[in-house]
């Protein structure tokens, strides 16, 4: 009887979990934080697809004599990760930053519903297009991105039409992820507190969604050209192609860096115990910023035979958005070394300086990329990878970290990372950037040595460097595993005094029953410490 009493029990538990009113409160949030983390949830997931896809292929890249039939494998994994990351993990984490700079400015999202169904209708259709095993890279690159012959197969597993379709659905998604990115910018202009200024945090966020807005309708236009071509026969034009897809193809490598400088703009000062050095630089930057991460697209085809002037263009439009990245490590860094003491102990605090230093590292690669002489020698090698590689895994991943982990103690009135978490966390954050610098700069140095990227097939001499990559790896994983894990599970597991309420604006303040339940505890220490000190005790101490 009793075993039947507690089948019934665990039944109707998930009978409550996965009521339909439940399920649709999952499916679909009501509040800006809901969004947030629905939004933040995706950007996990395909976080750990990404990193799959890579931990497989470079398995692959562990081994100088792989047969012909392991190219297939290696490069279907290749596109995978490619694909996973930049039409999937980018946009998700730039939309979860840049609506969570503002909710912590006050503002939010009121169509709720629409961000919703673009969520979803962003992810699902990205992941038809997946299941099909693209095999061309995650620029896709004419003509190889369309071709289905008894040679190669742009999609292993969809053939004839069914390629045209996965095309199609590819642009279903960058649609989707443009209403989303539209509906923030209105709902940002329309929540604005009045008479107020954006704060620097959502200044950043809500310019470099425009940014998003604006150029990954090219994607889209690039994606639907594939599936007229398929479906219909329209002949593409290799070169406008390209021009379409790189318009949206360097932009996006800005989509959640920019972003998070405003996070960092904002967090930096709080750490530093001092304001920022300059808001001034830091807001003008933003034009600088937003309109040259727009002008310098054509650096991606400079292996082309393009005329000289647009090789001049291309050295002066790329140093001039470097420029508005180098102020705003000059501005950051002058505001932590002109303060008193930066709180590095604090779990948010370490991930924003980490998250600083890295970009500094990454960043500095970066400076002769731009340079017609060198770009040629080091363009297809893993001198690239090295670099926006360094950026991805220390400004994007541990800013991000920063975001969550901040936006973890706001959403939970009263919550906070105890003192032995904190220091899992930090480590963890430490365990994950040191190995995966390392292996940053390992990939560059093979760049200089010619290790080609793209490729199975390769020299002997780079296997050391290939196998130690992917032990760094291995061993980076487990930190940022530790860092996230350890922050999700206390945070889960915090009881609080009650619950937290969502307030119109989205903003979260305590419940009532949470206040009552403060009261009552504070009462209940005054009453213990009359009974033991006296009244007069009590008094004194209130004073």
Request: a positive charge.
């Amino acid at each position: 009887m009793e075993i039947k009493k507690e089948i019934k029990i665990i039944f109707s538990s998930l009978g409550s979990v996965f009521s339909p009113s439940k399920i649709k409160a999952f499916l679909f949030p009501n509040s800006t934080v809901g969004i947030i983390w629905q939004y933040f949830g995706g950007s996990l997931a395909w976080l750990i697809i990404v990193g799959m896809a890579a931990m497989n292929l470079r398995t692959y890249l562990t081994f100088p004599s792989n047969s012909p039939e392991v190219g297939v494998t290696y490069y279907t994994f290749l596109t995978l990760h490619g694909w996973s990351a930049m039409l999937g993990l980018v946009p998700m984490a730039a939309l979860t930053v840049i609506e969570y700079s503002m909710l912590k400015d006050g503002m939010s999202i009121r169509r709720t519903k629409l961000m919703s169904s673009m969520f979803w209708l962003a992810n699902l259709t990205l992941a038809f297009a997946l299941l099909g095993g693209p095999d061309m890279g995650w620029y896709m690159y004419p003509p190889l991105a369309v071709e289905d012959n008894s040679n190669f197969h742009a999609f292993l597993n969809y053939h004839g039409p069914m390629m045209g379709i996965a095309y199609l659905a590819l642009a279903i998604s960058s649609i989707a992820q443009t209403v989303a990115t539209v509906n923030l910018v209105s709902d940002a202009y329309a929540t604005k507190p009045k008479g107020q200024k954006l704060g620097i945090f959502s200044a950043y966020g809500v310019a470099f969604a425009v940014i998003i807005a604006l150029t990954i309708p090219a994607l889209t236009a690039a994606e639907l050209w594939y599936t007229l071509n398929i479906l219909a026969g329209v002949p593409i034009n290799t070169l406008l192609w390209l021009v379409l897809f790189w318009f949206y193809g360097h932009p996006v490598v800005y989509y959640v860096p920019f972003p998070l400088f405003g996070a960092l703009y904002y967090f930096v000062p709080k750490f530093s115990g001092r304001p920022l050095f300059s808001e001034k630089w830091a807001r003008w930057n933003i034009y600088l910023l937003a309109i040259g991460s727009m002008l310098i697209w054509v650096h991606h085809i400079q292996t082309f035979p393009v005329p000289v002037p647009v090789r001049l263009w291309i050295n002066l439009s790329t140093l001039i958005l470097a420029s508005g990245s180098g102020l705003t490590v000059l501005n950051l860094g002058l505001t932590v070394l002109t303060s008193k003491g930066y709180n590095y102990k604090d779990p948010v605090g370490m991930a924003t300086l980490v998250a600083l230093i890295g970009f500094i590292l990454g960043g500095v690669q970066a400076v002769p990329l731009p340079m017609f002489p060198i770009n040629p020698i080091v363009h297809n090698t893993y001198y690239v990878v090295g670099h926006f590689h360094l950026v991805i895994w220390t400004l994007i991943l541990i800013g991000f970290t920063a975001v969550a982990l901040d936006a973890l103690r706001s959403v939970r009135a009263g919550f906070n990372f105890s003192p032995t978490t904190s220091k899992m966390i930090n480590a963890g954050i430490l365990l994950w950037t040191i190995p995966f610098v390392t292996a940053g700069y390992l990939m560059t140095v093979e760049g200089y040595l010619g290790m080609l990227r793209r490729v199975i097939a390769y020299p002997l001499m780079f296997q050391p460097y290939n196998l130690a990559i992917s032990i760094l790896a291995e061993i980076g994983i487990a930190g940022l595993v530790m860092a996230l894990g350890s922050a999700l599970v206390e945070f889960l597991t915090h009881r609080a005094g009650g619950a937290v309420s969502v307030s119109g604006s989205s903003t979260p303040s305590l419940s009532m029953s949470y206040q009552n339940e403060s009261k009552n505890i504070e009462n209940f220490k005054l009453m213990l410490n009359n009974s033991v000190y006296g009244k007069s005790s009590q008094i004194k101490r209130l004073s």
